[in-house]
Every structure is written in C-alpha cells, then in structure tokens.
C-alpha cells in the first residue's frame, strides 16, 4: 500500500511538472519574433492612417519663441476643424489664427507642414519600412503599457520626402505605436526641425491616434540660436458618416477661412500652462 502511494505521488507530480512545462512552451510560442512585431506594427499604422481619414478632429498648433529666463517672446497659434465636404475636398476651418509674433521664425514652411501631417502623427506604416534601419532596443513599462522600443533612421534621403530619426514605442498586446520621440530629417535650406515627443491615445476601442505633439528644443541658426516651445493637440474625434470625410491634417485653408478667421485677430491670447510630455500618456481601454 505504501509503495502505491508513493507511486501515485510521483506520478501527480509528474502530470503538473508536464502541464506547467507545456504552459510555459505554449507561453513561449505566443510571444511574436521581432520582424513579425515590425510587420505587425507596421501594418496597424498603415490602417490608422487610412483610418484617421474617416474621422474629423480638432487640430490646435501652438509654438512659442522663448526668450531669457523662460519668458515668452513670440507667438504662432492656429486652431481648425480638420474635415472633407461630400466632393472629397480637403478644407481646413480656421476657428481661431491671431496675427503671428513669432520673434526669429516665419510661419511654418511646407516642411513643417508635412511633418505635422507625416513624420509625427504615422512615420513607419507598411510601405515605409523599407526606407528604414530599425533596430530592437528593449522593452520598457510606459504608464499601464508594455512596450517594445525600437531606434529607427532613415537607410538614404531621398530629396523632397520627410523621414523621422528617433524612438518608438510599441505596446505588446495590441502591437500598436503608442509613443514616438525624435526628429523629422532632413534639414532643408536654412530650415531647422525640433526634437519631438507624440503620443497616441486608444479611439473608439481600435485605433491609436495622435492626440499630443510636444517639442523643447534650441534651434541652432548660423546667426543666432532660438528657443521655442510648440505643443499640437487632436481633439475632438468624431467618426464621420456618409460621404463626409476628414481631411489629411496641415491642408491649407482656403481664402475665405482665412477672411473668417481675421475676427478672431484683434483678440490677445495668453500664452497657457505648458503641459508635460509625461503628463500626456496613452490610455487603453
């Protein structure tokens, strides 16, 4: 009797050493290669991309020059609904466009313009990646999220097209881009680019859209150096339905928005609190 005991023991035993070996080996298998965390990643920002196009939203550009001590010396501040008409027809409509005060700086150039649209809000969708060295980094616990971090740069420039060079983060469940930190390249002409940080937020329970780009950054000129502060907000996404869609974000207005805008003009705008890169983090559902 004692030896059946003894037996039945070590097979109990060896029955949950094998179900916790092959939970771990089934735990193992889960887990995605890297190139397959690339092509998968990849994929979700090409159909966030396309995605974002079916949804209007509240686009708020904000830079400032930043003089000695911190104070602020200038000042761009554009504010638009960013929709299509039932044509297809990209119209930007300027809710509020002060005169711009920026103290060194023009109004953004068409590079500025591509990267608010490109570079920052989806860099490395599928058709992108092979412009691209990206390299596996490590992981990293970023507020509730599990991510992956990969270095990525541009393999060759290509004249006229707009690439980033930085770091992003990816989460391990969904394989989503849910942060991205770096610099849209190259520079052109006398043109300089800020160091960004962008974050995504979850919408509607499927997508990661861009909801906070934040910059602090000297940009070193051949005549001086100058400090500016540009934070961009989406807000206010709204599923479009019918043949209304929204537009690629940065479109130029049309010169009857720009007319309606100039009401707004007169009125003096105080700069507002800056928020933190990490005061904005992605939130899943």
């Not at 035993?13 to 690339?38: G, N, R």
């Not at 060079?165 to 990816?170: C, D, P």
């Not at 602090?216 to 000129?221: I, Y």
Request: charged residues 30%.
């Amino acid at each position: 009797m004692r030896s059946r005991i003894l037996y039945l023991s070590l097979a109990a035993i060896v029955a949950c050493s094998s179900v916790t070996a092959h939970q771990t080996s089934s735990s193992q298998k889960a887990l995605p290669s890297i190139p397959e965390v690339i092509r998968r990643f990849a994929d979700a920002e090409t159909q966030n991309r396309i995605a974002r196009r079916n949804y209007a939203f509240t686009q708020d550009y904000d830079m400032l020059t930043i003089g000695e001590a911190g104070s602020v010396t200038g000042r761009y501040h554009r504010v638009s609904d960013i929709v299509l008409d039932d044509l297809g027809n990209r119209i930007e409509k300027i809710t509020f466009f002060p005169p711009s005060t920026l103290v060194g700086l023009n109004a953004p150039t068409q590079e500025d313009i591509q990267d608010l649209s490109g570079v920052q809000p989806f860099a490395l969708a599928s058709e992108d990646l092979p412009k691209y060295q990206i390299d596996y980094v490590g992981k990293e616990k970023i507020d509730e999220l599990n991510t992956y971090i990969f270095d990525v740069k541009p393999k060759t420039i290509v004249k006229g097209e707009r690439y980033l060079e930085g770091r992003i983060w990816v989460d391990d469940q969904d394989l989503q881009v849910v942060k991205v930190k770096g610099q849209a390249v190259p520079e052109v002409a006398k043109q300089k680019f800020p160091h960004f940080e962008s974050y995504r937020e979850n919408i509607d329970g499927r997508y990661w859209f861009p909801t906070y780009i934040y910059a602090d950054d000297v940009l070193a000129f051949k005549n001086a150096d100058i400090h500016i502060r540009m934070t961009v907000r989406f807000t206010n996404y709204k599923k479009f339905s019918g043949r209304i869609r929204v537009a690629d974000e940065g479109e130029a207005a049309s010169e009857d928005d720009v007319k309606a805008a100039d009401k707004n003009k007169a009125k003096p705008v105080k700069p507002p609190e800056e928020t933190k890169p990490d005061q904005k983090k992605p939130k899943k559902p």
